[in-house]
């Protein structure tokens, strides 16, 4: 199904030479793209490659996503030698042997033990040898949250396609009691017209008049022909390979503009009902649309 949802999570991670690259990705509904990444010191500089990536994925919604880093960095480690902090430690225990005037004896774990004198420098990982494997680790985060969103993509589909039948079979029912009702507005109209004039004999013309201009407030054929043109349009969306989300949510209120002039144009109990279904409809509709990217 095309439709993605904006809700997901995503797990990769990928082990080579005593070390694992992690990435995951969550993510929730968003107006934008609101991209929030954590990565390792020295990491920074791949950042705009990860952004590229993630974006191929994400139109919409806020996404987090952890890179990190794990296991053996020996290799990484280099020990240098304070040779000249050597040699004045040498130094000082010959002269301090011929102070005391005994044998001058260098005792090279001591020695080797005070500060500063073996020196651990950490080296950076060369960033172009961890992309290829840290990219592998994000694909994987990426192409399995991917799959959850598709897959409850397709579940708001399947929900909204229903709603939208219960939407349509109501707008069925409005439409098809129209004549019924624009013949008891007649049929009043002349009752109310009869109450009134007592036995003065009413013209049937102004009556056909008054009949047609009741008629005409009470048409809704623009507003009910306007519907069917949406829900078509709406199941159209939802087939489509792009993201619909702002689309949806666009048509929404155009449909709820169409139900609100029937219920204004319709002064009836039993249509003022059907329009609070429809309402009904829309509002839990645009609830789902709101996840969808």
Known sequence: MACKSMTGFGRGEVASGGRVWMAEVRCVNNRYLDLKIKMPHGYAVLEERVRKKVSGFHQRGRVDLL???????????????NLELVRGYKLAMVQIAQELGVEAATDLAFVASRPEVLVQEQQNEDIEMVWPLLEQALDQALVDCETMRQQEGAALVRDLSARLQVFTQTIEKIEAGIPELLKQREQVLGERLQKLLGNVQLDEQRLCQEVAILADKTDVTEEIVRLHSHIGQFHSFLTEKEAVGRKLDFLLQEFLREVNTIASKINDAAVAYLTVELKSELEKMREQIQNIE
């Open 67 to 81: 890179l990190a880093v794990n296991g053996d960095f020996s290799d990484l480690v280099k020990m240098h030698v």
